[in-house]
C-alpha cells in the first residue's frame, strides 16, 4: 500500500476516507485535522487557558500532546483515582509523570485518596458496588471542572474518540437516555460555574490515535480500568465495529449525522437539566441543596487550592 500523497510507503489505510498515508503525511493530517475541527466548532480561541483531562491512556496524552504543540495555551489535569486494583491507578500515574519529564509540558496531579481520604474504590466498596462508573464519573467530572477552574482554565478538553462516542451514542439511543442525548456535544458551553468543555478528537478512530501516540513516541497505559470490564458500552463498540468492518465510514456517518440533526432542533425546545441552585457546601451548580461530590465525601469536600505541580 503506498502514500496518497507522496507514494512512499503508506503506515495506515483510513478506511473512513480509503486514504493510505505514509507516515509523515498522516501525522501531517492528524494535527491539520485536529486544528480544522477546533476552528470549525469554535473551540479555542487564542486566549483561552485550555485544561485537558489525562488519564495516562493514549487519547489524552496524544490530546495534551497535540494542543502543545498547536500552540494552545494548555494544562494536564491527571486524577489518581485510588483504583488500586491491578495496580490501575498507580500505573496511569506512571504513564502520566513519564510523560511530563519527557515532553516538560505542564501537568497537575490530584490524588483523590489525599485529598478526599476516600478513592474510588474505597467508595465502590461501600456505598457504591453496583454503579461502579456512576460515582467515578460524578467525582472526576466535579473534580476535573474545579481544578481547571481554580487554575484559571477556561476550556475543559477530554480526548474522547470516534469508537467511545459514537457507542455512547448508540446507548444512548437504545435505552431512548433523553437526558443524556440532550447533554451529548461536541462543545458545551460554559455556564455559571461550569467550564466550556470540548472533544477535539471526536472524529478520529481510536486506531488512528494509537498509532499517533506511536509514531510520535507517547508511552500510554494499556491496561483498562479493572471497572470497565463487561461495561456496556464494550458490547456496543463490539457491534458498531462489525457494522464498520461491512461499512467503513458508519460510526463516522453515525455520529455526525447526530450532531448535524441536534444542530437542526431549536434549543428552547430542550430542557434544561442543569442544576439551577448553588451548593450550600461547595457552590458549585446543583440540582439538590447539598451537590452529590459534597454528599459523597461528606467529611472531607474539596476545599484545596492546587496548583500546577503541587501534589
Ligand atoms: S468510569 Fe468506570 Fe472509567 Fe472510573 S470506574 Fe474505571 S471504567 S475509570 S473511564
Ligand atoms: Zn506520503
Ligand atoms: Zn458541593
Redo the contacts with the bound molecule.
Keep these: 500500500m503506498r502514500c496518497r500523497i507522496c507514494k512512499e510507503r503508506a503506515v495506515i489505510n483510513i478506511r473512513t476516507h480509503n486514504l493510505p498515508l505514509c507516515k509523515e503525511h498522516f501525522l501531517e493530517r492528524f494535527e491539520s485535522e485536529t486544528k480544522r475541527i477546533i476552528k470549525k466548532y469554535k473551540m479555542i480561541k487564542n486566549e483561552d487557558k485550555v485544561a485537558v483531562a489525562v488519564?495516562g491512556g493514549k487519547d489524552s496524552l496524544s490530546l495534551l500532546y497535540v494542543l502543545h504543540k498547536l500552540k494552545y495555551n494548555v494544562l494536564g489535569i491527571h486524577l489518581n483515582?485510588g483504583?488500586y486494583s491491578e495496580n490501575?491507578s498507580l500505573n496511569s500515574e506512571k504513564f502520566v509523570r513519564n510523560f511530563q519529564d519527557k515532553f516538560n509540558i505542564p501537568i497537575l496531579i490530584y490524588d483523590i485518596k489525599k485529598n478526599q481520604e476516600k478513592g474510588?474504590e474505597d467508595l465502590?466498596k461501600n456505598r457504591w458496588k453496583e454503579k461502579?462508573?456512576s460515582v467515578?464519573?460524578m467525582v472526576?467530572r466535579y473534580l476535573m471542572n474545579i481544578l481547571a477552574l481554580k487554575n484559571n482554565c477556561n476550556v475543559l478538553a477530554t480526548g474522547h474518540n470516534l469508537d467511545d462516542e459514537s457507542a455512547r451514542l448508540f446507548g444512548n439511543i437504545l435505552y431512548w437516555q433523553e437526558e443524556h442525548i440532550e447533554h451529548q456535544e461536541l462543545v458545551l458551553k460554559e455556564e455559571e460555574g461550569l467550564l466550556k468543555k470540548i472533544k477535539p478528537f471526536i472524529f478520529f478512530s481510536e486506531k488512528e490515535i494509537a498509532l499517533y501516540a506511536i509514531l510520535k513516541g507517547i508511552p500510554y497505559i494499556r491496561d483498562?480500568?479493572?471497572?470497565?470490564i463487561g461495561?456496556k458500552t464494550l458490547k456496543y463498540k463490539s457491534i458498531l465495529n462489525n457494522l464498520e468492518n461491512d461499512s467503513p465510514g458508519t460510526k463516522l456517518r453515525f455520529l455526525k449525522g447526530f450532531y448535524e440533526f441536534k444542530s437542526k432542533i431549536n434549543k428552547n425546545d430542550l430542557k434544561s437539566f442543569k442544576g439551577t441552585k448553588k451548593c450550600r457546601e461547595c457552590g458549585m451548580p446543583t440540582k439538590r441543596d447539598i451537590c452529590t461530590f459534597c454528599t459523597t465525601f461528606e467529611k472531607h469536600p474539596f476545599k484545596i487550592e492546587l496548583k500546577v505541580n503541587e501534589r
Design positions: 488519564s483515582l483504583i490501575y474510588i465502590i461502579p462508573c467515578c464519573g472526576k483498562e480500568c479493572p471497572y470497565s461495561a
